[in-house]
C-alpha cells in the first residue's frame, strides 16, 4: 500500500521560508519521479514540481520557479521541498505524489501539509 506522509507547514510571514517532507513507503520510492501540487483555497489541484528517480531532472511550474526547491533522498526515501520567498498566494494544502508533470495529479496523495502565508 502506497502511503505518503507529509509534513513540515505551518503559519509564516510574506518573504519567509519553509521546507516540506514527505516520507514514502509501500513502493520503490527510488525507481519513482516525483512531485509536489498544492491546493489553494478555492481552487483545484495544481501541479507544482517534478525530480525524477535519480534527481538529475527537475521541473518547476512558472509561479514558483526561482522560489521553491525540489530535493529528494532515495536512501531515506524522502522528498523535500524547500519554499523560499513566499508570498500570500502561497497558501496552501501541499501535496506529495508519485509521477511526473501534470501525471501527477492523478496519483495517491497524502493527507497533506498547510502552508498559510500571512502577516
Known amino acids: 500500500e502506497v502511503q505518503l506522509v507529509e509534513s513540515g507547514g505551518g503559519l509564516v510571514q510574506p518573504g519567509g521560508s519553509l521546507r516540506l517532507s514527505c516520507a514514502a513507503s509501500?513502493?520503490?520510492?527510488?525507481?519513482?519521479?516525483m512531485s509536489w501540487v498544492r491546493q489553494r483555497p478555492g481552487n483545484d489541484l495544481e501541479w507544482i514540481s517534478s525530480?525524477?528517480?535519480?534527481?538529475?531532472?527537475?521541473n518547476y511550474a512558472g509561479s514558483v520557479g526561482g522560489r521553491f526547491a525540489i530535493s529528494r533522498d532515495n536512501a531515506k526515501s524522502t522528498l523535500y521541498l524547500r519554499l523560499n520567498s513566499l508570498k500570500t498566494e502561497d497558501t496552501a494544502m501541499y501535496y506529495c505524489?508519485?509521477?511526473w508533470g501534470t501525471g501527477a495529479l492523478q496519483s495517491d496523495r497524502g493527507q497533506g501539509t498547510q502552508v498559510t502565508v500571512s502577516s
Open positions: 505524489a508519485e509521477g
Open positions: 509501500g513502493f520503490t520510492f527510488a525507481r519513482s519521479d
Open positions: 525530480i525524477s528517480q535519480d534527481g538529475r531532472n527537475i
